[in-house]
């Protein structure tokens, strides 16, 4: 079984940064892909980053270039570092892990990026 858990969420101004984790409860090993996933008030859920078991990664274009997914398996854990924040980066962040046919969900952690 694998539990995901988020962190790092808050308030920031914009130009600010954040960093978001998501802590792996279970084997991360097991996870094919882990990505990071957004959804603001009245809009679809969009991901914004992905990275693969061996390490590739890839962004929506609204955030390259300032947002950065890692992954530390040695921690069992994903961030997601968000540099540059505007307002439109405001949504719910939750982490998301691949394995097979399984998807697993965190429970998501609030960021919102004042003008």
């Known amino acids: 079984q694998v539990q995901l858990v988020e962190s790092g969420g808050g308030l920031v101004q914009a130009g600010g940064s954040l960093r978001l984790s998501c802590a792996v409860f279970g084997n991360i090993f097991s996870i094919n892909a882990m990505g990071w996933y957004r959804q603001a008030p009245g809009k679809q859920r969009e991901s914004v980053a992905t990275?693969?078991?061996?390490?590739?990664?890839d962004y929506a274009d609204s955030v390259k270039g300032r947002f950065t997914i890692t992954r530390d398996n040695t921690k069992n854990t994903v961030y997601l570092q968000m540099n540059s924040l505007k307002p439109e980066d405001t949504a719910v962040y939750s982490c998301?892990?691949?394995?097979?046919?399984?998807?697993?969900w965190g429970r998501g952690t609030q960021v919102t990026v004042s003008s």
């Open positions: 998301h892990g691949n394995r097979g046919s399984s998807d697993y």
């Open positions: 990275i693969t078991s061996g390490g590739s990664t």
